[in-house]
């Protein structure tokens, strides 16, 4: 049975040269199961790289979002036996994932400012020279929203999740998931300052054409 | 145009853009740590082996096991999002 016990040891990492401390262990899938098909596996990995897409949009940071897909994966691996195959893995993933965020995210509310709150109070980007965005400052744009938003204009705006999909998700009602997509979209749109009849198109072509060019990895 | 079909202009453009910068993420190489974590789930599995585990096999935590029951509940009702995806996709692709 692939056991993970030895790499939970090391622990997530936020910082890179100082680890730290394990608080528990958490090894394979109990040994009373029978063992975890290959295809269950590859699933788990194949999901790795939009795990820590949509822990990016949740964290805002490279760091933290790795602790969070490393954490989601021990989570899931350790529970494993309750994936039941032929049912979509990625949300079951997502759920997981962001569950864990929440639950940090609460236990550090106790201690600090609500970072969220502050960040959107700050001002609106200013569009380039020329009135046109660039990637870059969409993504700087989209990082002031309220993390709420975020995760829901992820999974229905980005990942085409149902509204009903992403309420159970997130544990709201529809009509919450529609109001925060509309919100965050309108917000955004105030942020880049976009109004009716301009187009909110990307200048940087070069960044463009990489991402547009190639077949879609989401 | 109307009012409603800008809005719809601006909020299909927001998404596409939400798309690359997801994207961009997506296409980024995990790094070592996670890297290593993959490894360890494509290593073959060592069935029968003896695991010499101090205690046995830890338990999850109850926010872990709730947090897997809540996710078992959301991985059922999205059982066909990922096909939705690739209508979406199929549809949307040649854009």
Known sequence: MTDLTDFNRAGPATEPDQQRPVKRRVSGPPEDHAPVPAEIKQELVSHMKVLRAFAISLTRNGARADDLVQETVMKAWANIHSYQPGTNMRAWLFTILRNSFYSERRKAKREVADEDGETAAQVAIKPDHDGRLQLADFRVAFQQLPVEQREVMMLVGVLQHSYEDAAEMCGVRVGTIKSRLNRGRARLAELMQVSEGEALELTDSATSAVVSGGRSTI | ?95
Not at chain 2, 53 to 69: C, K, L, T, W
Not at chain 2, 77 to 85: F, I
């Open chain 2, 1 to 95: 145009m109307s009012s409603s079909k800008t809005n719809q202009s601006i909020d299909s453009q927001i998404d596409e853009n939400l798309r690359r910068i997801f994207e961009e993420d997506v296409e980024q190489d995990l790094p070592d740590r996670l890297q290593r974590l993959v490894d360890m789930l494509d290593a073959p599995d060592e069935s029968g082996d003896d695991t010499e585990d101090e205690g046995g096999p830890d338990r999850p935590d109850v926010d872990e096991a709730q947090a897997s029951r809540a996710a078992a509940a959301a991985s059922r009702r999205a059982g066909d999002a990922e096909q939705r995806r690739a209508r979406a996709a199929t549809r949307g692709g040649s854009g």
